[in-house]
C-alpha cells in the first residue's frame, strides 16, 4: 500500500507548511485524528497534477483542508464533539470569512467528496457511517452488516468494507 503521507520532492515544503498550520489548529481546536486526516489530504493535494497547492497563500489551503474534513465528519454540528464554526477556522488562519469554505468547495470539488465519504471519515466515526457499509449484491444495494459472514469476507477482501463486523466486537 502506497504511503499515505508521500509526497513530491518538490512539494515538500508546501506539505510541511500546510501541515504545520493544520495540525496547529486540531492541536487547539479540534483533536489528533483530524491532524492525521488533514496531513493526508494535504499529501493528496500535493501529489495531483498539477497540484492546487502550488499557487496560493499556505494558510488559505489549510484552512480550506480543515473545512473539508470538517465538513465530511460533521465537526459544524455543535452536538458533535469537538465541534468548530466557520468563523474558529477563519480567525485562526487569519482568512477572508469566505476562504475555509471557497477552498473546501475546490477540494471537495476534485476529489468528487461528499458528506459522510468513506475515505474521509475520521476512524472513530467509520462504525457509524452508513455510506461505509453500503455494498452492491446482485444489483441490491445492502447494508454489509447483516450480510452472511461469507460475503462480509468478500467484501473485506475486495476492500469494499474496512473489517468485518463481528471481528470487531
Known amino acids: 500500500m502506497k504511503d499515505p503521507y508521500s509526497v513530491p520532492k518538490s512539494m515538500q515544503e508546501t506539505y510541511d507548511a500546510i501541515t504545520t498550520l493544520t495540525d496547529g489548529f486540531c492541536a487547539a481546536k479540534l483533536n ?31 484552512a480550506g483542508i480543515v ?54 471519515t475520521l476512524p472513530s466515526r467509520i462504525e457509524k457511517n452508513p455510506m461505509v457499509w453500503f455494498v452492491s449484491v446482485n444489483g441490491m444495494v445492502t447494508d454489509a452488516r447483516y450480510l452472511p459472514r461469507y460475503l462480509q469476507e468478500e467484501a473485506y477482501r475486495k476492500g469494499l468494507i474496512p473489517y468485518i463486523p463481528a471481528d470487531r466486537e
Not at 38 to 60: D, I, Y
Not at 99 to 120: H, N, Y
Open 32 to 62: 489528533e485524528e483530524y491532524a492525521d486526516m488533514c496531513r493526508v489530504m494535504t499529501a493528496k493535494l500535493c501529489r495531483k497534477r498539477p497540484s492546487p497547492l502550488a499557487s496560493g497563500q499556505a494558510k488559505n489551503w489549510a
Open 67 to 120: 473545512h473539508a474534513i470538517g465538513t465530511v465528519n460533521f465537526a459544524f454540528d455543535r452536538s458533535q464533539t469537538p465541534h468548530i464554526s466557520t468563523p474558529d477556522i477563519s480567525n485562526y488562519f487569519e482568512v477572508g470569512k469566505g476562504s475555509p469554505a471557497s477552498k473546501s468547495k475546490v477540494i471537495r470539488d476534485l476529489f468528487r467528496i461528499g458528506l459522510m465519504e468513506p475515505e474521509w
